[in-house]
């Protein structure tokens, strides 16, 4: 596969117009560009390298020669469609929760499980956002000391929603502003000036899905079964990029000078952590970056063999988009 | 001490208006109210139960015949009079973190430890509002299990940082639908539609003063002196009310409808914890009330005994100003 066909199914989400971005900005091989996404975006027009291409309905002819389909319009459409695409002889790169947990779907972050690409059957997953975005500050430090338990508490940005979470926020502010009264649709409670302790639904054990994720997602990506994590995911008035606070425990003793190093050593993550010239990474600092950062990286008080930090990334990007896309580009 | 002569040092900030609500609308037995601060603000006039009172300057005469005064005007004003108050007679509550550490000085949570109020010598400190938020949810917790260690994340709201915070703030949200450039003084980066994970100044141990306060500050408290607690501040753009993400471990195994008929039943804390139904609290639930409230209660999946919650409580009222007029209260 030198230069494959592309198909982006759910180009007009926000998570599908930030992967043609990446595609053309990381100049990814590519013979052919098909946007896929439901009857009533049909075409619409999207540029890609000068050229415009229209929108065709997603159907279940689709993908007859399509050699890579990036999936995000959500479960349900990956859950039919994802297995018609690979059937066709598609390599489905899916950004929805649909097969992370399917033992036969590699579920990658490229620059922590790369190898385990290439033993895909058609799926390969791509993981939740906030597991990305933590693991891209804990695989560093993983690998080094072996972490055997994490606390973690998330501030999420709506963008995470999709294009109708940045749209409440925005006319939230709005209906403020104006003294009109606030509306909602997508969150629970007004999320203007506010934080809501929920993203995804409730399970049994009084986590949501969403926090459960990051162990779930974990175990697998990390190759750490017994990886326990304990996390709250909130989400908070942000437009874009989410940030963690982390509390790690690891299997032998952690050092702070050594966890900068190990960090700044990794690909695709840095550190900021010069706290006392105001230097720690916050969501505005990796808002359309590639790079997620690390800072406030210190000994954990509470715990043993445990370090403390703050993680931060764009979740449409690297929590989303770009993971897809460095994996279609582990294909080539 | 039936009728006293109260002072509000600060009567210009934000905590020093709410105190003057706080005494009004609790009905606090007065005989005269004396409202002090900077020579800048001297002749300024505030209504109190349909009177209005000028303020005066503070001075070193200042407190001839108080009998109680409510300090909230920051830590150098308070080193430097509370002292000559407490020397006049009167009895000094403190809202600055100048004497909270003082073994002379009893650090109250009406709620929690009354019965230390009484043996000040003329000064009694109020504590830190994310402190007094958490310990409002932990207590009842820590009386049946007995805490040993927590681990926290808070979501601090720009009140916390006074009429200045909430000013920024609004300046930056205003500048961003203007299209106009962000200015900024109260924090060392944008706090409007992005989160700052740094709370106060840093310490040696890569914490923050603010982060450490929970565990110094809830030694004291809890009258237990080996609490550990790890912390990481963090400012959102909420204008009221801070939030925090908390998981405790506890001397014997809790158990979380116990830990909910708990909180139901100690004062000034309730719970909001039906999360099937969109129901845990929020800033905005809590913003101008008196109680705390709690959510999300679940066994922790990570730590042995114990268990993790939400704690959510308005930081000007509870945090600082009702606080302090309840530590009054039991002064009369």
Not at 99 to 123: Q, W, Y
Not at 212 to 221: D, F, H, L, S, T
Not at 306 to 323: E, I, P, T, Y
């Amino acid at each position: 596969m030198s230069e494959p066909h592309v198909a982006i199914v759910g180009i007009t989400g926000a998570v599908g117009q930030e992967m043609i971005q990446c595609l053309e900005k990381r100049d990814f091989p590519i013979k052919k560009l098909t946007l896929l996404a439901s009857a009533k975006s049909a075409g619409k027009i999207f540029s890609f390298k000068g050229k415009e291409i229209p929108v065709q309905e997603l159907t279940l002819d689709s993908f007859d020669d399509v050699d890579i389909a990036l999936f995000s319009a959500g479960g349900s459409i990956s859950k039919e469609f994802a297995p018609v695409a690979a059937k066709s002889g598609a390599v489905v790169i899916d950004n929805s929760s649909a097969f992370r947990m399917d033992p036969e779907v590699p579920l990658i972050i490229p620059e922590i499980n790369p190898e385990a690409t290439h033993s895909n059957k058609g799926i390969i997953a791509n993981p939740n956002c906030t597991t990305t975005v933590t693991l891209m500050g804990l695989n560093p430090l993983h690998k080094e000391w072996q972490v055997r338990g994490i606390i973690a508490s998330s501030y999420q940005a709506v963008s995470g929603s999709g294009a109708q979470g940045i749209e409440e926020l925005k006319n939230q502010i709005s209906a403020i502003n104006e003294g009109s009264s606030v509306e909602r649709k997508v969150y629970p409670h007004q999320i203007a000036y506010n934080v809501i302790p929920q993203v995804d639904t409730f399970l049994e054990n009084g986590y949501t899905k969403e926090e459960m994720k990051i162990e779930n997602e974990g175990r697998k990506i990390l190759g750490n079964s017994t990886l326990k994590a304990s996390v709250t995911c909130v989400r908070v008035p942000v437009y874009r990029s989410h940030s963690v606070s982390v509390t790690a425990q690891f299997a032998s003793e952690p050092d702070v000078n050594k966890a900068r190093e190990l960090i700044n050593a990794a690909p695709g993550v840095s550190v900021r952590d010069e706290p006392d010239s105001g230097i720690f990474p916050t969501p505005l600092d990796t808002t359309e970056q590639d790079e997620c950062l690390v800072g406030r990286i210190r000994k954990d008080i509470v715990l043993e063999n445990a370090l403390s930090f703050w993680v931060v990334g764009d979740q449409v990007r690297k929590g989303a988009a770009l993971n897809a896309v460095q994996i279609a580009e582990l294909l080539v």
